[in-house]
Nanobody
Framework: QVQLVESGGGLVQPGGSLRLSCAAS????????MGWYRQAPGKQRELVAG???????NYIDSVKGRFTISRDHAKNTVYLQMSSLKTEDTAVYYCNVYPIPYDYWGQGTQVTVSS
């Protein structure tokens, strides 16, 4: 059974930081590359960052240098450290398999960047 539980979102001012966490099913986490995705109001869901089981990372251009994805194999958890947040980062953030996500999505975690 697939389980993806995101947490850590909230309201933050521009320039602030947040750390998102995603607890994933053990089988899912151990064999797959994992990614963070986001969906802003009125927009399609997009990939933000991905990390392979070996730790190689990839980011979309708009978050390079500001976001860092990491994973803890012992905890079956993937993280997204977000810094220098901008209003355009406002979205619901989800984790899933990367680069082709499963059809199943967790509830996501809302990130709102506003002054």
């Amino acid at each position: 059974q697939v389980q993806l539980v995101e947490s850590g979102g909230g309201l933050v001012q521009p320039g602030g930081s947040l750390r998102l966490s995603c607890a994933a099913s053990g089988n899912l986490f151990s064999i797959h590359a994992m990614g963070w995705y986001r969906q802003a109001p009125g927009k399609q869901r997009e990939l933000v960052a991905g990390i392979t089981s070996g730790g190689s990372t990839n980011y979309i251009d708009s978050v390079k240098g500001r976001f860092t994805i990491s994973r803890d194999h012992a905890k079956n958890t993937v993280y997204l450290q977000m810094s220098s947040l901008k209003t355009e980062d406002t979205a619901v953030y989800y984790c899933n398999v990367y680069p082709i996500p499963y059809d199943y999505w967790g509830q996501g975690t809302q990130v709102t960047v506003s002054s």
